[in-house]
């Protein structure tokens, strides 16, 4: 239990999404999560009730939105209405990784936008904060009234590069969307920029065509940055573009490793040196295994925020402003 004043508690909750990451984040706060009984009737419908008094808390509820996403956002919103009519304090939303992200704008006409539909549930369910991790888009920010910290883990990924590149290196964008992010790890490593294009179907979900890549690759380190891998089309196919281009190794990084489908028999038959990811999702047993998987843990980013937030202080200090 975090303890602010004599009248104040602190507790932190997790859904069964990523419960590891839940308790490194509590054990690194110096408490324990709390208890809470989560359960699924035959029919499929969830059940929650916390074990333990929540009246007056400022109560943080951890869930990353994994496979199943559907089953694991709504877990969390029935844990935030559980807390809000127990009487908590304040209710903090903490996904380290935010469902229906890529649906934060119409593409085509008559598609929803689902992202903020995800933020208006969150508010009606109960929530005072929310609190993510490198989203698809800083947009999604804007969809709810209530505070929305934006986290990062590019200064989590600048150090282990900093330390781990052979040599000189270009950092690629996988689309013209992910620039302005390449730009940002260039800055900080003192590299290069360089962007593949591709065009993605309109036809099928999950399906790009990497068309060329535009930038000095020839002879140089590309490291690829995005903010989720999902079934890996658009990573293989641009990483094997790079080499055709010349470039001397391939690597990526990319805070959300979803590696739905058959993302990680294309990682494994990949010219990828590593796919660099953070545990902000679960992994299988399968994904575990692989050498070319490496991943760093956001839990000390995610526990120095919510202390922050608990005491009222700046989130942004700790990310250097960069949380944006």
């Known amino acids: 239990m975090m303890e602010f004043s004599p009248s104040r508690r602190g507790l932190v909750f997790s859904g069964t999404a990523n419960l590891e990451l839940a308790e490194d984040v509590a054990e690194l706060l110096g408490t324990k999560l709390g ?8 029919n499929g419908e969830i059940y929650t009730r916390f ?8 109560c943080f509820v951890i869930q990353s939105h994994s496979n199943p996403v559907n089953h694991h956002i709504m877990e969390q919103f029935i844990m935030i209405d559980a807390l ?9 939303v903490v996904a380290p990784f935010f469902g229906y992200a890529r649906q934060d704008k119409k593409v085509r006409a008559r598609e929803p936008i689902t992202a903020r539909l995800l933020g208006d549930l969150f508010v009606t369910a109960g929530a005072d904060r929310i609190v993510s991790l490198d989203l ?7 969809f709810t009234t209530i505070p929305f910290d934006h986290l990062t883990a590019l200064h989590l990924f600048v150090d282990y590069l900093s330390t781990s590149m052979p040599g000189p290196p270009v950092i690629v964008a996988p689309d013209s969307g992910r620039v302005k992010l390449a730009e940002r790890y260039a800055t900080h490593l003192g ?6 294009y591709k065009r993605r179907r309109t036809d099928a979900r999950n399906k790009v065509e990497t068309l060329w890549v535009v930038g000095e690759i020839e002879g140089r380190h590309a490291v690829i940055v995005d903010d989720m891998v999902d079934t890996g089309g658009t990573l293989v196919s641009a990483a094997e573009l790079l080499e055709r281009r010349g470039a001397a190794s391939v690597r990526a990084i990319s805070t959300h490793g979803v590696l739905s489908g058959p993302a990680i028999n294309r990682i494994k038959g990949s010219n ?12 299988t047993e399968e994904a575990r295994s692989l050498d070319k998987i490496k991943v760093l843990s956001i839990a000390p980013q995610l526990a120095e925020t919510i ?4 005491k009222d202080r700046s989130v942004s200090e700790l990310f250097r402003g960069e949380n944006i």
């Open 35 to 42: 208890d809470v009984e989560i359960s699924t009737f035959a």
């Open 51 to 58: 074990n333990i008094s929540v009246r007056g808390a400022d």
């Open 84 to 92: 809000r009519r127990a009487s908590a304090r304040t209710i903090t």
């Open 136 to 142: 698809h888009t800083g947009q999604i920010q804007g």
């Open 191 to 196: 590299a290069e920029v360089a962007f593949a």
């Open 272 to 283: 990828l040196e590593e796919l660099v990811i953070t545990n902000s999702l679960p992994m």
């Open 307 to 310: 202390e922050a937030i608990f």
